[in-house]
């Protein structure tokens, strides 16, 4: 199967295009990170090793902007993932429709979002979702498969957890305020040694951990004692969640009410208070003095903490291990 793939979000384009690729499909990233398979030095990801080149189609594709494809490029390929982006869905639907196109949902749509697709739906779009949780969605479109985010165990794992620091992977944290719990996370890292790390964060002060390359930011899982997230609005959950779970590190997330945007208080598509259970395979909690508790035992008792961090890791490998989310990929694609 040829697939034309269309990204907003260089990681999971190359989570996925990973997996298609595995699967034998042959895939072109439009415009993307990965059009050219080894991607740049600036990438945060390595390159895709079995995908392949297509330099007639990266000459073609410069001729034209993702808003307007055209049909005759569209011809030469059996299947379109769009991630997200409503826009290239909107604008391309002429030429879209009575095609296989796929709308890959990563937890930013949102009631408007969902109303503007609707016609397209209505019309033959395919949707693939990423959390149960969107469809508490007002105006929500439905879903022909619920395929989540995923990540490798055999790459993710291994947690040591002797450095007794608490750590989180956000990138502007303080700029994007209300979108990141930058304010929840203040309440719970600062008193302790407390590292952000992502791109942006120099406003930050002493929390600022600075970017890490790709092999850095395992270390730091495999190495950190505590993982504290407050996610990102309006996701139901994100991959950095998934490579901490994964890995082993205790998480200790905020809980829904936390998590609430100030301005959009009825959006309920959180679902990091439904995957962990307080105290058992991590710590999630809306009142902040119960996850200060929870992270001040992780801090103190690394035994307690590494059964924590197991018993996470075990559910982590459960709901968004690899070979579970490979399957469902090549069930759903089978079917078209």
């Not at 429709?97 to 937890?107: D, F, L």
């Not at 019309?123 to 949780?133: D, F, T």
């Not at 502007?172 to 990141?180: Q, S």
């Not at 929870?294 to 709901?319: M, S």
Request: aromatic letters at 12%; a negative charge.
């Amino acid at each position: 199967m040829r697939i034309l793939y269309i990204s907003c979000h260089e990681v999971l384009e190359f989570d996925e295009l990973l997996l298609f690729t595995e699967l034998g499909h042959e895939c072109f990233s439009l415009q993307g990170a990965y059009t050219y398979p080894q991607g740049h030095p600036s990438l945060r990801r390595p390159p895709v090793p079995e995908l392949q080149l297509h330099q007639d189609l990266i000459d073609e594709s410069q001729t034209f902007p993702r808003t307007e494809i055209p049909a005759s490029f569209l011809d030469k390929f059996d299947v379109i993932i769009v991630m997200h982006i409503p826009d290239i869905i909107l604008q391309n639907w002429e030429r879209f429709r009575g095609r296989k196109v796929i709308w890959r949902t990563i937890g930013q749509s949102t009631p408007w979002v969902e109303k503007q697709l609707r016609k397209c739906r209505n019309e033959g779009l395919k949707v693939v979702r990423y959390s149960p949780l969107e469809s508490t969605l007002d105006n929500y479109i439905g879903q022909d498969v619920m395929i989540r985010f995923y990540k490798d165990p055999e790459e993710y794992g291994n947690w040591l957890g002797h450095d007794q620091k608490i750590i989180n992977f956000t990138q502007t944290l303080k700029g994007r305020r209300d979108f990141c719990g930058y304010d929840a996370l203040m309440k719970l890292g600062p008193g302790h040694s407390f590292k952000v790390y992502g791109s942006g964060n120099e406003d930050l002060g002493e929390f600022n951990g600075g970017y890490l390359t790709h092999d850095l930011m395992k270390g730091q899982l495999r190495d950190s004692r505590v993982f504290l997230y407050a996610g990102t609005w309006p996701a139901s959950y994100t991959l950095s969640f998934i490579e901490a779970w994964m890995t082993g590190i205790p998480v200790v997330a905020v809980g829904a009410d936390m998590w609430k945007h100030k301005d959009n208080p009825d959006v309920k598509t959180y679902e990091i208070s439904k995957l962990i259970s307080n105290g058992d395979n991590g710590f999630c909690s809306s009142s902040p003095d119960m996850l200060l508790k929870g992270i001040d035992r992780l801090l103190i008792d690394y035994d307690y903490a590494k059964k924590i961090g197991e018993a996470g890791r075990a559910e982590a490998i459960n709901i968004f291990g690899k070979a579970t989310i490979k399957e469902q990929w090549h069930s759903y694609l089978e079917t078209l």
